[in-house]
């Protein structure tokens, strides 16, 4: 009986890799098509809009603190936000929250399309309660725009300073009436040689406006150039795979980069002599030098690799309260340049990892995003983040608040594995290194018996080397009579 029951149990854990892949749950998104003659309804006008525009960093940050008005007669719940047809595809990270109770949930909000040559596009945020007629409420819009950023001169000398420019409208696009706003724009540095308009200028900060009564879609172009002496670092993609051992307890992660410096290119060729002369006194350089990543507290084992091979010039310090990986690529990634490298680390599971209490479910919680934390900032235009639960692991459910593009599920086979790992592919677009901030949570069921999984396949596979070695040996394969 001892045979059979040991069978019975090999089969039901093979049995278990079928479930675990249709237990995923995977949220359905899509963007709404509109009609062709789709105009939003004048149902609401804005009291009272501020626009702040941040450029500290590589890339644009914009917040909008707007108290709208429901001016129709009935109750009214959907609010559109235009953009550029040529904007839309680089804008990431759009949340609304309640300017006045910031703790409460994010309001829902989608893009939504009716016509592809439009130069207008729309996002869609839906109200957590529809607001009465003559209602007004305060809204705190923020988002990110990736790629809007353009050196001029588009070339310089290896120890130039880079100047960027940056065009938008002093008028915040809006789909409604404005009464009265203003737009601010922060910059990090106060050589600003040049800009349209008559902005009132306090130290590094340009302020346009008070403006009144706005027409929905007026827009007033100008532009500012000033300096940047940094790297404008983007990455085209970023694969980011984390694998869960429950026997190890150990969490591995490995990040691939493909990285570019999108500032402005060399003048001339790259001269090794100046650019170590330049070590001595380190002046601002648009080049990248270093990436800092910091890692959670008690990670180890920290590996730095390119195309070539292993990369010696890192650096890994580690205590009770935090990690830092310096990494610093073979050679400086100036303007126009591109380098892709891969680094990886372990770290304790149970940091990450906790038991419900009654049942077979646990609970993990990882950061969406780590990589580097410049000062300059760094944008992902496309992020793959696959998590390798446990060979067994079921009932497999996420959830973050991070905006996602594709989620797919898949079985991934490594080392003396049967049926292979249930896998969760989530893919994002247009995230900036802000995005440290987001979690991702995964539930999902890992009963006792599925931890033997392993331990009984190798047990026969041994059983079975074994038996086999026996029973060749056994063989007769002599030429003569047997006596």
Known sequence: MKPISLLAACLSL??????????????LSSRQILPS??????????????????????YVKETINVLIENTASSPQGEYYLPFGGDVIGNVGGLEVRDKKNPHTPAFENEAVEYDTYSPTQ???????????????????????????????????????KQYLVHSFSTYCPSAYPTQKQKTKVKFQTTDIPDYTGEPERQGSTFTYGPYQDIPAGAEQE????????????????????????????????????????????????????????????????????TLNVPLKAGSLNPYFTDDIGNVS???????????????????PIFGGWNYSFRVG??????GFLRKLSGGDGYVLKVPFLEGPKMSEGVSYEKVELKVILPEGATNVNYETSVSLVAVETSSHRSFMD???????????????????????????????????RKPITIFIGVVSVFAAAWSIGRLDVSIGKSS
């Open 14 to 27: 093979l049995t278990s890799a079928y479930a675990a892949e249709s237990n995923f749950t995977t949220p």
């Open 37 to 58: 003659n789709f105009k939003p309804p004048q149902n609401f006008k804005n009291v009272n809009l501020v626009r702040n525009v941040n450029l500290e960093k590589g």
């Open 122 to 160: 729309f996002y869609r945020i839906t109200l957590p309660s529809p607001l009465t007629p003559s209602a007004q409420q305060t809204l705190s819009i923020s988002y990110h725009i990736l790629s809007s950023l353009n050196p001029l001169p588009a070339t310089i000398n290896q120890q130039d």
């Open 222 to 289: 100008t532009s500012v150039r000033y300096e940047f002496t940094k790297p404008l670092i983007h990455a085209t993609l970023l694969e980011r795979d984390i694998e869960v051992s429950h026997w190890g307890g150990n969490l591995a992660t490995e990040e691939r980069y493909w990285l570019t410096n999108k500032g402005a290119h060399l003048a001339s060729h790259f001269s090794r002599v100046l650019y170590a002369s330049s070590q001595y006194y380190n002046p601002p350089t648009s080049a990248l030098k």
């Open 313 to 331: 010039t890192s650096r890994f310090r580690s205590n009770l309260r935090e990690a830092n990986l310096e990494l610093r690529p073979r050679y």
């Open 345 to 350: 680390w372990d770290a304790n599971l149970k």
């Open 418 to 452: 049967t049926l292979g790992r249930s896998t969760l592919k989530l893919t994002a677009m247009n995230l900036i290194d802000e995005s440290r901030d987001n979690d991702l949570i995964i539930t999902y069921d890992y009963p006792l018996i599925a931890g033997f």
